[in-house]
């Protein structure tokens, strides 16, 4: 699940959450934001049995996949877009 905030500016945190156990293990978010280094997006375990992470990004078109333990790649459906090539955030 993805939420959005506007910030000042032309920026919007974007947290991405999903639950806790699904899948299971360790899961980052990958994407052109942050040179689809895995792993420095990590999603955090919360209380309410979700994990989060949130990302301040500039607005435009911007491309991301989760990534979880064992090569797992998979998309976000509540995403704007899904292709060939991943989820897609319009900011």
Known sequence: MLRRTKLFGRKTRVTFALPADQPPGAVSVVGDFNGWEPGRHALVPRRNGTRTI??????????????????????????????????????
């Open 54 to 91: 949130s990302v301040i990004l500039p607005s435009g078109v911007h491309r991301f996949r989760y990534l979880a333990t064992g090569s797992l790649w998979f998309d976000d459906d509540t995403a704007d877009g899904i292709d060939g090539q991943g989820s897609l955030l319009e900011l």
